[in-house]
């Protein structure tokens, strides 16, 4: 939570700014055609969107010309959850929404993509061209017998090709999955042999870190255990020939073909992401067309306020749901900067040295990239001409208070820090970027319109100004429609809803303040709950990265047999720092002093390294399973990790405890 010091915003957007916003514009013509309130700001308009949530989403259709083939018989039909009918009757296409700008002779010259590599050449692609390369491929997608619902996968990096793959994909009704190349070949597998893909583009390897890495004989080894496949297609970005058998990828796509949008339910899946996949099989999370296009219109053009001038950067790769986010900017006329690369070559200023290049408006990123770039002591305001960046948004894990700060005083004062937070299961956010709002530091501006978010105590009731569950009481349309390989919804229901029926949990702690803005505390099944106080491993986090002999950090709250609890913080230090007791004693006082003296660790255990997800998150809940003398088979789904070797100092720990 903030501070009395700390109350007054950090940043606040002039009356120009709210004026010509695209929220605020949406609110007045919601307010004339729908009866939105006219009056009250964005916490009127949040209101009106969960209580009216028909009338909402119908405004949202309408505000963004969401062009139904055939027409919906009602927005809403059965909106129980899991399992609510979103616009039954519709049809739709979304691709045809994401290539529409191309129709304007205005625009079909300019740029949809922006390409840029470790090398920073940068390779634009026009809107006609995307359009014509989708259109080509899809074609040739028919031709191979991909019909509507059969999976078409990708194991690509962040590069045009995969943009286009998707795209015709969508095109033609099939449901698109994709894993980045830095994945081996049993992480991949573990996603892809669950949906039994038909079709797989892949690229020979990837550049990262000013090295090339050769995927051949991962990809031999894909084809081998992927029975399923009809047809791979080869993209030779380190300049290798198609193996025997593939297709090669500029012939696919050669023809100027306007592409065929196929017609599709609503509720027709468009893609299948996954979930960490921590402890077991990565969860195969089915979101569908409608659901998704209609999200991702508001988060991108309402939430994100991004138009055909902006240019969108997130540093992302393929295997996130970050990826997908980005790709919907092309539904807004937005053009998109893909970035292929290492966040850190040739050093950590590699994300702002593409932003100025490509003179990104909205730059993404993590919150462990901004704290990196504050430890290393960069000035990118200074270094680089961020003149056009109008806002810095952060996902992946709660954004700091010190992070707020630096961006504040190290990227430009005037600037619109927007930390969001949603997830994988949603590909959206709960909360986060509201451009007519003031930021205050370590919290999220508010939760997005149509969620109706809210911290709830065990019992189910909602708290203010306190930490409790992350609840969605409504549903929102990008929720899944199902996972794969689930017939009976059971895994799909014990995952969200087993704690309040009916009621979405996610899985987070949060605070909502009594301003509307939320707080993200971490997950709430790595909770630290000593002597009955509970805090969010994401909190001891922030106090204890504070330190600048100290890398990063794992806390881990552990039940003991004989009902003691045991508390113990790992860490990865910064070069030529050593664990001596002063740093223990520091580090100690630190989060007594910031936090809560109940949570001062029992121990402080020096690492070689913080394990994490392929995604990059700390992984908390298998190395509390070590911990307690789960065997590594067992506590961990090994292709789910970024160092498995990482984890055997934790087994080896757990054996000594014994």
């Given at each position: 939570?903030?501070?009395?010091?700390?109350?007054?915003?950090?940043?606040?957007?002039?009356?120009?700014?709210?004026?010509?916003?695209?929220?605020?514009?949406?609110?007045?013509?919601?307010?004339?055609?729908?009866?939105?309130?006219?009056?009250?700001?964005?916490?009127?308009?949040?209101?009106?969107?969960?209580?009216?949530?028909?009338?909402?989403?119908?405004?949202?259709?309408?505000?963004?010309?969401?062009?139904?083939?055939?027409?919906?018989?009602?927005?809403?039909?059965?909106?129980?959850?899991?399992?609510?009918?979103?616009?039954?009757?519709?049809?739709?296409?979304?691709?045809?929404?994401?290539?529409?700008?191309?129709?304007?002779?205005?625009?079909?010259?300019?740029?949809?993509?922006?390409?840029?590599?470790?090398?920073?050449?940068?390779?634009?692609?026009?809107?006609?061209?995307?359009?014509?390369?989708?259109?080509?491929?899809?074609?040739?997608?028919?031709?191979?017998?991909?019909?509507?619902?059969?999976?078409?996968?990708?194991?690509?990096?962040?590069?045009?090709?995969?943009?286009?793959?998707?795209?015709?994909?969508?095109?033609?009704?099939?449901?698109?999955?994709?894993?980045?190349?830095?994945?081996?070949?049993?992480?991949?597998?573990?996603?892809?042999?669950?949906?039994?893909?038909?079709?797989?583009?892949?690229?020979?390897?990837?550049?990262?870190?000013?090295?090339?890495?050769?995927?051949?004989?991962?990809?031999?080894?894909?084809?081998?255990?992927?029975?399923?496949?009809?047809?791979?297609?080869?993209?030779?970005?380190?300049?290798?020939?198609?193996?025997?058998?593939?297709?090669?990828?500029?012939?696919?796509?050669?023809?100027?073909?306007?592409?065929?949008?196929?017609?599709?339910?609503?509720?027709?899946?468009?893609?299948?992401?996954?979930?960490?996949?921590?402890?077991?099989?990565?969860?195969?999370?089915?979101?569908?067309?409608?659901?998704?296009?209609?999200?991702?219109?508001?988060?991108?053009?309402?939430?994100?306020?991004?138009?055909?001038?902006?240019?969108?950067?997130?540093?992302?790769?393929?295997?996130?749901?970050?990826?997908?986010?980005?790709?919907?900017?092309?539904?807004?006329?937005?053009?998109?900067?893909?970035?292929?690369?290492?966040?850190?070559?040739?050093?950590?200023?590699?994300?702002?040295?593409?932003?100025?290049?490509?003179?990104?408006?909205?730059?993404?990123?993590?919150?462990?990239?901004?704290?990196?770039?504050?430890?290393?002591?960069?000035?990118?305001?200074?270094?680089?001409?961020?003149?056009?960046?109008?806002?810095?948004?952060?996902?992946?894990?709660?954004?700091?208070?010190?992070?707020?700060?630096?961006?504040?005083?190290?990227?430009?004062?005037?600037?619109?820090?927007?930390?969001?937070?949603?997830?994988?299961?949603?590909?959206?956010?709960?909360?986060?970027?509201?451009?007519?709002?003031?930021?205050?530091?370590?919290?999220?501006?508010?939760?997005?319109?149509?969620?109706?978010?809210?911290?709830?105590?065990?019992?189910?009731?909602?708290?203010?100004?306190?930490?409790?569950?992350?609840?969605?009481?409504?549903?929102?349309?990008?929720?899944?429609?199902?996972?794969?390989?689930?017939?009976?919804?059971?895994?799909?229901?014990?995952?969200?809803?087993?704690?309040?029926?009916?009621?979405?949990?996610?899985?987070?702690?949060?605070?909502?303040?009594?301003?509307?803005?939320?707080?993200?505390?971490?997950?709430?099944?790595?909770?630290?709950?000593?002597?009955?106080?509970?805090?969010?491993?994401?909190?001891?986090?922030?106090?204890?990265?504070?330190?600048?002999?100290?890398?990063?950090?794992?806390?881990?709250?552990?039940?003991?047999?004989?009902?003691?609890?045991?508390?113990?913080?790992?860490?990865?230090?910064?070069?030529?720092?050593?664990?001596?007791?002063?740093?223990?004693?520091?580090?100690?006082?630190?989060?007594?002093?910031?936090?809560?003296?109940?949570?001062?660790?029992?121990?402080?255990?020096?690492?070689?390294?913080?394990?994490?997800?392929?995604?990059?998150?700390?992984?908390?809940?298998?190395?509390?399973?070590?911990?307690?003398?789960?065997?590594?088979?067992?506590?961990?789904?090994?292709?789910?990790?970024?160092n498995l070797e990482l984890l055997h100092f934790y087994e080896e720990l757990a054996r000594k405890r014994r």
């Open positions: 939570m903030t501070s009395a010091a700390e109350e007054a915003p950090l940043w606040q957007p002039g009356p120009d700014r709210i004026a010509a916003a695209a929220v605020t514009r949406f609110q007045s013509w919601a307010a004339e055609h729908h009866g939105a309130p006219a009056e009250g700001g964005y916490a009127s308009l949040h209101r009106w969107s969960v209580d009216e949530l028909d009338t909402f989403w119908k405004a949202v259709a309408e505000w963004f010309d969401v062009r139904f083939s055939a027409p919906y018989e009602t927005v809403i039909g059965d909106r129980t959850m899991p399992g609510a009918e979103w616009f039954p009757g519709a049809t739709l296409n979304y691709a045809e929404h994401a290539l529409r700008t191309a129709e304007d002779p205005l625009r079909a010259d300019a740029p949809a993509l922006l390409h840029v590599d470790e090398t920073h050449t940068q390779v634009p692609v026009s809107w006609s061209r995307l359009r014509h390369q989708v259109g080509s491929l899809a074609a040739e997608l028919r031709a191979l017998g991909v019909t509507p619902g059969d999976r078409v996968s990708g194991y690509l990096p962040n590069i045009p090709q995969a943009v286009v793959a998707f795209l015709a994909t969508a095109a033609v009704g099939g449901v698109w999955t994709s894993c980045a190349p830095d994945f081996g070949a049993r992480s991949v597998l573990d996603r892809f042999q669950q949906v039994e893909p038909v079709v797989l583009f892949t690229a020979d390897g990837y550049r990262y870190g000013g090295k090339e890495h050769h995927r051949a004989d991962t990809v031999a080894e894909l084809r081998r255990e992927l029975p399923t496949l009809r047809a791979v297609v080869h993209i030779p970005l380190l300049g290798t020939d198609a193996p025997e058998g593939a297709l090669d990828w500029s012939a696919l796509t050669e023809a100027a073909t306007e592409p065929v949008f196929e017609q599709v339910p609503f509720d027709h899946p468009l893609w299948v992401l996954y979930s960490s996949g921590t402890t077991g099989l990565p969860k195969a999370i089915v979101q569908s067309q409608g659901g998704i296009l209609l999200e991702h219109f508001k988060q991108i053009g309402l939430h994100c306020d991004l138009g055909p001038e902006d240019r969108f950067f997130w540093y992302t790769s393929t295997g996130w749901m970050m990826w997908n986010f980005l790709v919907s900017g092309l539904l807004t006329g937005t053009t998109l900067v893909l970035y292929d690369g290492s966040p850190g070559f040739p050093d950590v200023s590699a994300q702002w040295r593409v932003a100025e290049q490509t003179g990104a408006t909205l730059f993404g990123t993590s919150a462990a990239y901004v704290m990196a770039c504050r430890k290393a002591d960069v000035h990118p305001g200074r270094d680089f001409d961020l003149s056009r960046i109008q806002c810095v948004a952060t996902t992946g894990s709660p954004l700091p208070p010190d992070g707020f700060r630096w961006l504040h005083d190290e990227v430009a004062d005037d600037l619109w820090i927007a930390s969001v937070s949603g997830g994988t299961d949603v590909c959206s956010c709960f909360a986060g970027a509201v451009p007519t709002l003031p930021v205050h530091i370590g919290e999220l501006q508010a939760a997005c319109l149509g969620t109706d978010l809210q911290s709830w105590d065990p019992e189910g009731r909602p708290l203010t100004d306190e930490v409790g569950e992350l609840v969605v009481t409504r549903p929102m349309p990008s929720m899944p429609i199902r996972f794969w390989n689930d017939p009976d919804g059971s895994r799909y229901r014990d995952s969200y809803f087993e704690t309040y029926p009916g009621t979405w949990r996610h899985g987070d702690w949060i605070t909502i303040t009594d301003r509307g803005s939320v707080v993200i505390h971490g997950r709430s099944d790595s909770t630290l709950n000593r002597q009955g106080v509970r805090m969010g491993s994401a909190d001891i986090y922030e106090a204890v990265e504070r330190l600048p002999e100290i890398r990063e950090s794992l806390v881990i709250g552990l039940e003991e047999p004989d009902g003691g609890y045991w508390m113990p913080l790992f860490v990865h230090l910064a070069e030529g720092a050593a664990l001596d007791d002063a740093l223990r004693d520091s580090i100690k006082r630190t989060i007594r002093e910031n936090l809560s003296p109940r949570h001062v660790p029992d121990e402080v255990i020096e690492v070689p390294g913080i394990p994490h997800t392929l995604t990059g998150k700390r992984i908390e809940v298998p190395v509390k399973r070590l911990l307690q003398g789960t065997a590594l088979a067992k506590a961990v789904n090994p292709g789910s990790i970024d």
